[in-house]
């Protein structure tokens, strides 16, 4: 899960963790990742900062062994680094929007690597089914409450207000 401190990462952690799955996650400081291993039981973490240092870590901490799939947000050497990392026949989930590969450049690379670039807003307008049952399921989880919420910071909008547009431009929040 790259990006694993982000809104997307974290109820992706949520989600796997709920299906007692192994997790490696990326994240973009250190203490980012010390969350994220925290929240992970554990599980691996590495730079989203860096996509040679990411590379190197994933491969040392996953010791010959491979990833099954991957949930990318992030571009540019990680789509080629997380790819190479893929066990044969492995999944490549693809919600980000810039500089993502097209469709036929995935089976190029990886033949064997299941390519899924996923666009929600399109997912919505052209499968409205799709959906329908994803919000039934979450509201079903929802209902047995396996959900957890997202951490939270708040600031007093009439004092706090810079120091919040602040903290978001650092990138400090999780």
């Given at each position: 899960?790259?990006?694993?401190a982000?809104?997307?990462?974290?109820?992706?952690?949520d989600?796997?963790?709920?299906?007692?799955?192994?997790?490696?996650?990326t994240?973009g400081?250190?203490?980012?990742?010390?969350?994220?291993?925290c929240?992970a039981?554990?599980g691996?973490?590495?730079?989203?900062?860096?996509g040679?240092?990411?590379?190197?870590g994933?491969?040392?901490?996953?010791r010959?062994?491979?990833?099954?799939?991957v949930?990318?947000?992030l571009s540019?050497?990680?789509?080629?680094?997380?790819?190479?990392?893929l066990v044969?026949?492995?999944?490549?989930?693809?919600?980000?929007?810039?500089?993502?590969w097209?469709t036929p450049?995935?089976?190029a690379?990886a033949?064997?690597v299941q390519?899924d670039?996923l666009?929600?807003?399109?997912k919505?307008?052209?499968e409205?089914e799709?959906?329908?049952?994803a919000l039934?399921d979450?509201s079903?989880r929802?209902r047995a409450?396996?959900?957890?919420?997202?951490?939270r910071?708040s600031f007093?909008l009439?004092r706090?207000?810079?120091?919040?547009?602040?903290?978001l431009?650092?990138?400090?929040?999780i």
């Amino acid at each position: 899960v790259h990006a694993a401190a982000g809104g997307v990462g974290l109820t992706a952690l949520d989600y796997a963790q709920w299906l007692s799955m192994q997790l490696g996650t990326t994240a973009g400081r250190p203490y980012k990742q010390r969350f994220v291993r925290c929240v992970a039981a554990g599980g691996m973490a590495c730079s989203s900062r860096d996509g040679g240092a990411f590379a190197v870590g994933a491969a040392v901490q996953l010791r010959k062994s491979q990833l099954h799939a991957v949930l990318n947000s992030l571009s540019l050497d990680f789509i080629a680094a997380s790819t190479a990392l893929l066990v044969e026949g492995g999944c490549f989930e693809e919600i980000g929007k810039i500089n993502i590969w097209s469709t036929p450049r995935m089976p190029a690379a990886a033949p064997t690597v299941q390519y899924d670039p996923l666009a929600l807003d399109d997912k919505i307008e052209l499968e409205r089914e799709w959906v329908n049952r994803a919000l039934a399921d979450l509201s079903a989880r929802a209902r047995a409450r396996v959900l957890h919420g997202l951490p939270r910071e708040s600031f007093d909008l009439e004092r706090e207000l810079l120091a919040a547009f602040r903290r978001l431009q650092r990138g400090a929040n999780i």
